[in-house]
């Protein structure tokens, strides 16, 4: 394993067989949550997996409600973020080129989003 420092806004994610981001997506619009998922497809290798560990938002946003509190959190302190669901990341992750992918619940509320290159 090997951790790389750098910019993810503004470098090239590092070429690696897994990419995890751990409470990132939700910072940020849906433009530049769109942006991280297409650069780790374009730096995982042919077998990678892309490992997102957030607090997701049920699909029918309707029972998590830690999720949601975090969601409308994002939007008010930076506006356009928001916290998103596992229907929405599997879009974001189909349209960037990923064959599959799966939701893995953890403690806390928090899953780990998997998508496979």
Request: proline share 3%.
């Amino acid at each position: 394993m090997q951790a790389c420092a750098g910019d993810f806004l503004a470098d090239p994610l590092p070429a690696a067989d897994v990419i995890t981001m751990g409470q990132i997506l939700h910072d940020w619009n849906l433009d530049r949550k769109q942006q991280l998922v297409a650069k780790a497809y374009e730096a995982l290798s042919k077998e990678g997996a892309f490992i997102v560990i957030e607090t997701l938002i049920d699909d029918a946003r309707r029972e998590n409600t830690t999720g949601l509190m975090m969601s409308l959190n994002m939007l008010i302190e930076f506006g356009d973020a928001f916290d998103y669901s596992a229907a929405d990341f599997r879009g974001w992750c189909g349209e960037a080129g990923f064959r599959s992918f799966e939701v893995i619940p953890l403690a806390g509320g928090s899953s780990a989003a998997v998508a496979y290159k």
